[in-house]
Nanobody, 120 residues
Framework: QVQLVESGGGLVQPGGSLRLSCAAS????????MGWYRQAPGNQRELVAT???????NYIDSVKGRFTISRDNAKNTVYLQMNSLKPEDTAVYYC??????????????WGQGTQVTVSS
């Protein structure tokens, strides 16, 4: 079983910054893609950013130039640095991690979600 623990959400003023973290734990993990999604009230969950095992990144247009996704493979952790935050970034943010455990068991796990609120 793979567990994800998120941290770093909170309340921030417009223009401020937050850094989200998501640590994966489990036995014999081989992690491939890692990503962040968000869901605002009344909206569907949307992809924010992804990063491959090789470090290639992808972002939705609305966060390009403001958000940076990164990963620490030694710690099985993915980060989302969010700068120049806007009220429309307010949402619950979820991490997603995909890979294999125990050498061959495929997994696709989600974090518990962390609230990010951008408001003055």
């Amino acid at each position: 079983q793979v567990q994800l623990v998120e941290s770093g959400g909170g309340l921030v003023q417009p223009g401020g910054s937050l850094r989200l973290s998501c640590a994966a734990s489990g036995s014999n993990l081989k992690i491939n893609a890692m990503g962040w999604y968000r869901q605002a009230p009344g909206n569907q969950r949307e992809l924010v950013a992804t990063i491959t095992s090789g470090g290639s990144t992808n972002y939705i247009d609305s966060v390009k130039g403001r958000f940076t996704i990164s990963r620490d493979n030694a710690k099985n952790t993915v980060y989302l640095q969010m700068n120049s935050l806007k009220p429309e970034d307010t949402a619950v943010y979820y991490c997603n991690v995909q890979g294999y455990r125990g050498g061959w068991l495929k997994f696709d796990s989600w974090g518990q979600g962390t609230q990010v609120t951008v408001s003055s």
